[in-house]
């Protein structure tokens, strides 16, 4: 039993050995495109990485931004500092609340927001998780945090990624990697805000009537989040920031949504509390910067001068 027990370990690492050396053979040789089974980008979209480096220069701020693409495109922290607030935006490309909780694991002690604003977009909690997985993956450092990411969204894909992360964080490679601030139309700001340089306008389209629906682990992660900044006493708004009009009223149940995140904490659907035109986005669901700015000045009177 002794023996089959070695033999059986023997044969487990050398072939955990054969497959990674296997997968960085794949990653550095073979192209993108005939590789869809394993992404790994460095500097990926969004500027998380620049963003994690970043949050080390922040300390005991005011306001906390969580969230997908529309925290860290809808809160621009220098608005919120004009008006003497000190903030950080922490949200990232697709972020679902197992990717926020881990990101609130690593980094809520050394942030100590007073209030946490939660981004709550619909889309976000029926999401698999993968897309922020292995972006958190490439561009933050990988623990026992990122193997339980990976086992509860069981993607073959992320298995994959944070593989090839793990030992690429091992030899360091990435390590002096410096992501430029300017990449295409987005401007990352000093705080996590991101800003899209663009012209155009959102033209709207039609869309199929959905319904809005949960995974359990995202709702699951999300109770947890909540519940974390009930123990530690930081307050937490939920916030549903404006889309276009055309894209939210596809969505068949509002009511029910807007009752379930006020049943975590103080809840605010902007999309009800003011209705932004089309020319206030460039997409069907990120504002511009004008938009930005009147959502978050409404957002500032609304949410924080009522506290």
Same mark, same amino acid.
């Given at each position: 039993?002794?023996?089959?027990?070695?033999?059986?370990?023997?044969?487990?690492?050398?072939?955990?050995?054969?497959?990674?050396?296997?997968?960085?053979?794949?990653?550095?040789?073979?192209?993108?495109?005939?590789?869809?089974?394993?992404?790994?980008?460095?500097?990926?979209?969004?500027?998380?990485?620049?963003?994690?480096?970043?949050?080390?220069?922040?300390?005991?701020?005011?306001?906390?931004?969580l969230?997908?693409?529309?925290?860290?495109?809808?809160?621009?922290?220098?608005?919120?500092?004009?008006?003497?607030?000190?903030? #950080?935006?922490?949200?990232?490309? %697709?972020?679902?609340?197992?990717?926020? &909780?881990? +990101?609130?694991? =690593?980094y809520? /002690?050394? $942030?100590?927001?007073?209030?946490?604003?939660?981004?709550?977009?619909?889309?976000s909690?029926?999401l698999?998780?993968?897309?922020s997985?292995?972006?958190?993956?490439?561009?933050?450092?990988?623990?026992?945090?990122?193997?339980?990411?990976?086992?509860?969204?069981?993607?073959?894909?992320?298995?994959?990624?944070?593989?090839?992360?793990?030992?690429?964080?091992?030899?360091?490679?990435?390590?002096?990697?410096?992501?430029?601030?300017?990449?295409?139309?987005?401007?990352?700001?000093?705080?996590?805000?991101?800003?899209?340089?663009?012209?155009?306008?959102?033209?709207?389209?039609?869309?199929?009537?959905?319904?809005?629906? #949960?995974?359990?682990?995202?709702? %699951?992660?999300?109770?947890?989040?909540? &519940?974390? +900044?009930?123990? =530690?006493?930081? /307050?937490? $708004?939920?916030?549903?920031?404006?889309?276009?009009?055309?894209?939210?009223?596809?969505?068949?149940?509002?009511?029910?949504?807007?009752?379930?995140?006020?049943?975590?904490?103080?809840?605010?659907?902007?999309?009800?509390?003011?209705?932004?035109?089309?020319?206030?986005?460039?997409?069907?669901?990120?504002m511009?910067?004008?938009?930005?700015?009147?959502?978050?000045?409404e957002?500032?009177?609304?949410?924080?001068?009522r506290?």
């Amino acid at each position: 039993m002794r023996k089959f027990l070695y033999d059986g370990l023997l044969f487990v690492g050398f072939v955990a050995i054969v497959y990674s050396i296997f997968l960085i053979l794949f990653v550095e040789f073979v192209p993108p495109v005939f590789r869809p089974n394993v992404r790994y980008r460095v500097g990926s979209y969004g500027h998380l990485r620049t963003r994690v480096l970043d949050l080390r220069n922040y300390h005991d701020v005011d306001i906390l931004f969580l969230g997908s693409s529309h925290a860290y495109r809808g809160f621009d922290t220098r608005i919120f500092d004009g008006y003497g607030f000190k903030t #950080f935006n922490l949200g990232s490309s %697709s972020q679902t609340p197992i990717q926020t &909780k881990i +990101l609130l694991s =690593r980094y809520l /002690d050394s $942030i100590n927001p007073k209030l946490v604003v939660f981004e709550a977009y619909p889309e976000s909690f029926a999401l698999d998780g993968v897309e922020s997985a292995i972006d958190l993956i490439a561009n933050d450092r990988n623990d026992l945090l990122s193997i339980d990411m990976a086992c509860k969204i069981q993607s073959v894909k992320t298995y994959n990624t944070l593989l090839y992360g793990i030992i690429v964080d091992l030899v360091g490679r990435y390590k002096r990697y410096q992501e430029p601030l300017i990449k295409g139309e987005d401007t990352y700001v000093s705080g996590g805000f991101v800003e899209k340089n663009v012209t155009a306008t959102y033209s709207p389209i039609k869309f199929e009537l959905r319904k809005i629906l #949960f995974k359990d682990y995202q709702l %699951s992660a999300f109770s947890d989040i909540v &519940k974390l +900044l009930r123990d =530690r006493g930081i /307050d937490l $708004i939920l916030v549903y920031a404006p889309i276009a009009r055309s894209y939210y009223e596809s969505y068949s149940d509002h009511e029910g949504f807007d009752s379930l995140m006020s049943s975590y904490s103080r809840y605010y659907n902007f999309n009800e509390i003011m209705k932004l035109d089309d020319t206030l986005f460039y997409d069907y669901h990120h504002m511009n910067q004008r938009g930005v700015e009147i959502f978050n000045r409404e957002f500032i009177q609304t949410a924080l001068h009522r506290r």
